[in-house]
């Protein structure tokens, strides 16, 4: 991954000093999830009231998340589960992000696309019209590497779209490769490039990176990335929900793609040490990605605003 360029100044730790101007000079609070709205399956503590809170003083909610796996809907219901209300309009995942770059590309309806990948990209990407191989069913498929195997791939693959896939194998990457380098302008498409991502509310495993790492390794090509810090996806709520980016605020977990992806649209940023990134992690002198404001977790901002 490119070195991130300078982002400003060290960030200022939040306090009951600057959390009124903050709140005061933001219209809408964009949210990462992973690692800010919960861990894995669990709902961090105190972010039900703050978006009560926040919306009760109406504020514009909006969940962005590079976490493929799920579509909006299945998002949606993922929220609910949590006793958290969101519209689905309010969620906008990598998943989806990949399926309209296909569609505001005018990717032929002809062509297929290929899935390395969960349900979430699959979904997504048949509601807006497409034809769909791989995702999970290929997750059991093997390869016979026998001296006289020639593995067969469907030539009318026209973009290959790689997520999360915690059922990666051999059989999946020889296919993602073999439409890439052998059909006529076949696309890449990244939903992201992270490293890790908190899939359990313990610890952190392989994000979507190693699997495009893979691929762009196996191709000798680089993928299109659609989600953060990629400025696709604030394209389009900029055009949905017409507020300028100095009105919104970037509330993430992790500096290279939320804070990023904040910063690179000109949006206010704030750090939550909830998910990946540490303290530490954020003063180390090579870290290069600066928020405006850090905290320990989002009902931080709640706390601070009731003193």
């Known amino acids: 991954m490119e070195t991130p360029p300078e982002t400003g100044e060290a960030a200022e730790l939040l306090s009951s000093n600057n959390a009124i101007g903050l709140f005061d000079s933001v219209d809408a609070f964009l949210f990462d999830c992973d690692g800010v709205i919960w861990r894995g399956d669990t709902l961090i503590d105190g972010v039900s009231k703050t978006l009560d809170f926040l919306r009760s ?28 209300e969101v519209s689905e309009d309010e969620i906008f995942s990598s998943s989806f992000a990949a399926a309209m770059y296909l569609k505001v590309n005018n990717f032929p309806q002809d062509k ?66 073999l439409c890439i380098r052998e059909n006529p302008q076949c696309l890449f498409i990244a939903t992201n490039c992270d490293a890790v991502g908190h899939m359990t509310n313990l610890q952190e495993w392989p994000g979507a990176g190693s699997m495009v790492a893979a691929i762009a390794g196996s191709t000798e090509k680089k993928p299109v990335v659609v989600g953060k810090p990629s ?25 290279d793609t939320d804070i990023l992806f904040g910063k690179n649209a000109g949006c206010k940023t704030l750090l939550v040490l909830s998910g990946v990134t540490s303290l530490s992690s954020l003063q180390d002198p090579s870290n290069r990605v600066q928020p405006d404001y850090y905290s320990n977790k989002l009902s931080d901002l709640l706390q601070l605003l009731a003193e």
């Open 57 to 84: 003083k109406g504020k514009k909610l909006v969940f962005i998340t590079n976490n493929s796996t799920k579509s909006r809907k299945q998002y949606w219901k993922k929220f609910r589960s949590l006793g958290i």
């Open 112 to 177: 297929k696309v290929y899935v390395i990948g969960g349900e979430g990209i699959l979904e997504e990407l048949k509601l807006v019209g497409y034809t769909c191989l791989g995702g999970p069913e290929d997750g059991k498929k093997t390869v016979d590497l026998q001296s006289d195997c020639l593995f067969e791939h469907d030539k009318t693959v026209g973009a290959v779209v790689v997520g999360l896939d915690p059922y990666i194998n051999y059989y999946k990457l020889q296919y993602g490769t």
């Open 231 to 255: 400025t696709f996806m604030m394209d389009f709520l900029l055009h949905k929900f017409n507020i300028s980016c100095p009105r919104m605020c970037m509330v993430g977990d992790r500096l």
